[in-house]
Every structure is written in structure tokens, then in C-alpha cells.
T-cell receptor, first 113, second 109 residues
Framework: GAGVSQSPRYKVAKRGQDVALRCDPI?????LFWYQQALGQGPEFLTY????????KSGLPSDRFFAERPEGSVSTLKIQRTQQEDSAVYLC???????????FGQGTRLTVV | DAKTTQPNSMESNEEEPVHLPCNHS???????IHWYRQLPSQGPEYVIH???SNVNNRMASLAIAEDRKSSTLILHRATLRDAAVYYC??????????FGAGTRLTVKP
């Protein structure tokens, strides 16, 4: 595709439910980032992949959050046993490298009820 | 990691230039300076980036101080569609890309 695609665009989960958010980066982009953005706040870094290697996961808020990129392209962010404070927009970005622009998806809005 | 400091908010009049400052006093020699903006209800979008020299593109200009400890994003003629939160980000050898609070730009007609 022409850009970074995220699915679903909207997700409503009951508290305690597991969710999986998908990111399709731009083809060939080695770098992939996940962010969490609460209402009225800036994007908070969650984790970063270079190809299939997860080089930084220091931003994941708890062990309920897990991300993978097994073949170095599509990535999935999984949240287990969702809680109300997980409600946010989850953004994905991809890039060829630090000297190149990064492209963001439209995000997945997760609402935990 | 090197961090950036930006004013929380700025205002501009439509069709006037806007200079958005960013301080990054602990920048290292290999850190790239990136600017992104986020319009309401959208994902961030790339604006411009540079290393040492000033940069121009169709959206904006980036002026980098000689000591690289600060930079300024310049919108030459602000429009109402430029109202957004603007983020200044450093990307270093670890390819980190972390956002600060950014500057909320309001454009008045």
C-alpha cells in the first residue's frame, strides 16, 4: 500500500478482554515504532523494531503489553486483560532509518469499557 | 537520550510567518533533528528534518543553529490548516524517536 495501515480503526473491548492491534508498515521500511496516545497528550513511545528484532521495549507500560514483528514486516501489538487506563489511540510508524522521514498510520482507537 | 524543549503554545495570524523554536542543548554530533506535526484527530505527519545545514521543502524551512543546540521551524505563510501540535524530535544512533509535549500552534484569521 501507499502508506502505513492500521487495523482495526476502532476497537471496543470489555475490561479483562485481550486485544490485538495490527500495523502494516510501508514495504521495505526496516524501522517500526508503536506509540500510545491518551486524549490531549503527545504520543508516548512503547516499542521499536528494526526488521524482526525488538531493539527497545522500554516504553511498554506493563507485562500485559506485548509486541511482535516475526517476519520483519507486519507487526502486532497485543494487550492482555485490558483495563480502562489502556483506553487510548495506538499509533504505528515506519521508516527507512533515522535520516529519513517516518510515516504514521491513522491509529487504532481502543476503548475499554 | 538527548531531549528537546519547546514552548507549550504559540499564536500566529493567518498569512504571517511563524517561527517555532526548539532547544536541544545535549544533542550529539550524529543526532538528526526531525519535526512532525499532528492535526486534530490525525496521526503525526512529517514536516522536515536536518543534520547540520538549513533545509527547505515545500512545507517549511528548518534553521539549525551553528552549535546545533537549537533549531527553528519556519512556516513562511501560516494558514488555518497549519493549526496543529508541532513536535521537535532528535533521532540518534539508536534510531530512537520519542515525542515531547510539542508546541500547540493556533492560527488566527
Amino acid at each position: 500500500g501507499a502508506g502505513v495501515s492500521q487495523s482495526p480503526r476502532y476497537k471496543v473491548a470489555k475490561r479483562g478482554q485481550d486485544v490485538a492491534l495490527r500495523c502494516d508498515p510501508i514495504s521495505g521500511h526496516v524501522s517500526l515504532f508503536w506509540y500510545q496516545q491518551a486524549l490531549g497528550q503527545g504520543p508516548e513511545f512503547l516499542t521499536y523494531f528494526q526488521n524482526e528484532a525488538q531493539l527497545d521495549k522500554s516504553g511498554l507500560p506493563s507485562d500485559r503489553f506485548f509486541a511482535e514483528r516475526p517476519e520483519g514486516s507486519v507487526s502486532t501489538l497485543k494487550i492482555q486483560r485490558t483495563q480502562q487506563e489502556d483506553s487510548a489511540v495506538y499509533l504505528c510508524a515506519s521508516s527507512l532509518g533515522r535520516d529519513r522521514e517516518a510515516f504514521f498510520g491513522q491509529g487504532t482507537r481502543l476503548t475499554v469499557v | 537520550d538527548a531531549k528537546t524543549t519547546q514552548p507549550n503554545s504559540m499564536e500566529s495570524n493567518e498569512e504571517e510567518p511563524v517561527h517555532l523554536p526548539c532547544n536541544h542543548s545535549t544533542i550529539s554530533g550524529t543526532d538528526y533533528i526531525h519535526w512532525y506535526r499532528q492535526l486534530p484527530s490525525q496521526g503525526p505527519e512529517y514536516v522536515i528534518h536536518g543534520l547540520t545545514s538549513n533545509v527547505n521543502n515545500r512545507m517549511a524551512s528548518l534553521a539549525i543553529a551553528e552549535d546545533r543546540k537549537s533549531s527553528t521551524l519556519i512556516l513562511h505563510r501560516a494558514t488555518l490548516r497549519d493549526a496543529a501540535v508541532y513536535y521537535c524530535i532528535l533521532r540518534g544512533n539508536n534510531n530512537d524517536m520519542r515525542f515531547g509535549a510539542g508546541t500547540r500552534l493556533t492560527v488566527k484569521p
